[in-house]
């Protein structure tokens, strides 16, 4: 199967418009690459498309991925759905920037679904322009997409705040572990998680590439910086760093590539030239960029 990155930032891209902490001020120096907001694009064969994620993005990232784009002369696309793994803005707001599409298939859970209609109402304003044909996620079922290209949710526990008040608790966040049924090789997505329980472990564990939250590198990143009162972990992401951060914590597991997404503006390893962004490398891990593209 193939992967691109279309975006490999957090809510905010990198630089953020309104942020001059240290990292921001060397990518805008040239130090490091702009990069979007958090989304991908999965197909099988290069034929039929879909994005994880519609970020705020999107008409910039379908633009920079011919494969993406419509045949000559109609409208038809190759993308075929979109899949939710929660209802934060930066995953979501794309969805207003499709509404040309004839009809949009949207894959989420219950609770996601549930926030988009009743607490946002992003996607009551999508349905003025578009149908949207809902299909509800269910973790632990394996739903064929297209192409021999299958999908498995799985819940990702989460105690951040409930902005909209979903009531929910569970299916807030999911992650994706998509399996090339002819080759039998897997990918997991997991752009948001907490904390790396027993259970998200073995959904992990085997995969042949992992696409990881990377937000920040310590959990009080943004707290040193003045910039917020929050940790990492009391924002619904686990750090990089520490004796229980992701970094140190995925080399106990059986997986084939590793791939940080999701990096927040004020991340070291944004910067290829800093000591972070060297930890990672020596891991054997990556970091990602808009425009990488990945063949499992």
Request: with cysteine.
């Amino acid at each position: 199967m193939w992967l691109r990155v279309l975006g490999s930032a957090a809510g905010g891209g990198s630089p953020q418009w309104n942020c001059g902490c240290p990292v921001c001020t060397a990518v805008r120096s040239g130090a490091g690459p702009p990069r979007t907001q958090s989304s991908v694009a999965v197909s099988a064969e290069g034929r039929s498309w879909f994005l994880i994620n519609a970020s705020p993005d999107v008409r910039t990232q379908i633009e920079a991925f011919p494969r993406l784009w419509p045949r000559d002369g109609d409208r038809t696309s190759p993308l075929e759905a979109v899949l939710l793994t929660d209802a934060e803005l930066d995953h979501t707001l794309g969805l207003l920037l499709l509404r040309e599409a004839r009809g949009l298939r949207l894959h989420a859970t219950p609770a996601v679904h549930k926030t988009l209609r009743d607490g946002s109402g992003l996607l009551r304003t999508l349905e003025l322009y578009c149908p949207v044909d809902w299909r509800a996620v269910v973790p632990g079922a394996d739903v064929p997409l297209a192409d021999g290209l299958s999908c498995r949710a799985f819940d990702v526990p989460t105690t951040k705040r409930d902005r909209f008040g979903s009531g929910a608790d569970h299916g807030r966040v999911v992650g994706y572990r998509l399996t090339d049924e002819r080759s039998g090789r897997h990918l997991v997505y997991l752009p948001g998680v907490q904390a790396l329980t027993p259970a998200l472990r073995a959904e992990i564990a085997g995969c042949d590439c992992l696409l990881i939250d990377g937000t920040c590198w310590r959990d009080d990143e943004l707290v040193r910086l003045g910039l917020a009162g929050k940790t990492s972990r009391e924002m619904g992401h686990q750090p990089l760093d520490g004796p229980h951060g992701t970094l140190a914590q995925l080399k106990s597991l059986n997986v084939g590539r590793v791939i940080f997404v999701h990096l927040n503006n004020t991340n070291p390893v944004l910067l290829e030239d800093t000591a972070e962004r060297r930890r990672v490398a020596a891991a054997g891990m990556e970091v990602a960029v808009d425009g990488l593209e990945v063949e499992v």
